[in-house]
């Protein structure tokens, strides 16, 4: 099975812009979450989608948003993007439903100029 | 808030010794993932635990889940330069948000040939 996958796997982008990230689970997996990881805050949680539905959110401003299609690609934007931004987005992929393995992309390193 | 703890924060081996990484949790754990990650790059899967008393080996690599004492050991015997990396744990904050993990702040290892 091909792994999970993201795209852009980088990105510059300007204060104020916008960005929207995609993540492709493993096949067959319905759940997907995104996580920010920065030098000083560590790996933090964002969101989680199971089947088309958000059902976990962190403790994130309401820039940051996401999104889940029927195929389970996911989708996460973050809108008027600030320098505190910059980081690297990773995605994780399981079945969904419990406590499944779950399986991280490469990542997105999104940098905010 | 639940928090994990990672001891130490930072390893320096020989090629060949053996080492032990613990992750303490300061709540309840409802299962405890291992995962491994190059600077900048995704987490690489090890394995998971789920019950106490619970152990997994992964090539060289074990870890051990002790629920009463809310913690997890990973313990790496013989070590090479392969496993050289930062070693995260992470762990679902309830039993049925198998898919929201807050993680350790890692260890960072390095092995000296």
């Known amino acids: 099975k091909a792994g999970v996958t993201q795209t852009p796997r980088y990105l510059i982008k300007t204060r104020g812009q916008q960005v929207t990230l995609s993540c492709s689970p493993i096949s067959g997996h319905r759940s997907v979450s995104w996580y920010q990881q920065t030098p000083g805050q560590g790996l933090q949680f964002l969101f989680e989608y199971f089947s088309e539905t958000q059902r976990n959110k962190g403790n994130f401003p309401g820039r940051f948003s996401g999104r889940q299609f029927s195929n389970s690609r996911s989708e996460m934007n973050v809108s008027t993007l600030e320098l505190g931004d910059s980081a690297l987005y990773l995605c994780?992929?399981?079945?969904?439903?419990?406590?499944?393995?779950?399986?991280f992309g490469p990542g997105t390193r999104l940098t905010v100029t | 808030s639940q928090e994990l703890e990672q001891s130490p924060q930072s390893l320096i081996v020989q090629e060949g010794k053996n080492l032990t990484i613990n992750c303490t949790s300061s709540k309840t754990l409802y299962g405890l993932y291992w995962y491994k990650q190059k600077y900048g790059e995704g987490l690489i899967f090890l394995m998971m635990l789920q019950k106490g008393g619970e152990e997994k080996s992964h090539e060289k690599i074990t870890a051990k889940l002790d629920e009463k004492k809310q913690q997890s050991s990973l313990h790496i015997t013989a070590s090479q330069p392969s496993h050289a990396g930062i070693y995260l744990c992470?762990?679902?904050?309830?039993?049925?948000?198998?898919?929201?993990?807050?993680f350790g702040q890692g260890t960072e290892l390095s092995v000296k040939p």
């Open positions: 994780a992929s399981s079945p969904g439903g419990g406590p499944y393995e779950q399986y």
């Open positions: 992470g762990a679902p904050l309830s039993y049925n948000q198998g898919g929201k993990l807050i």
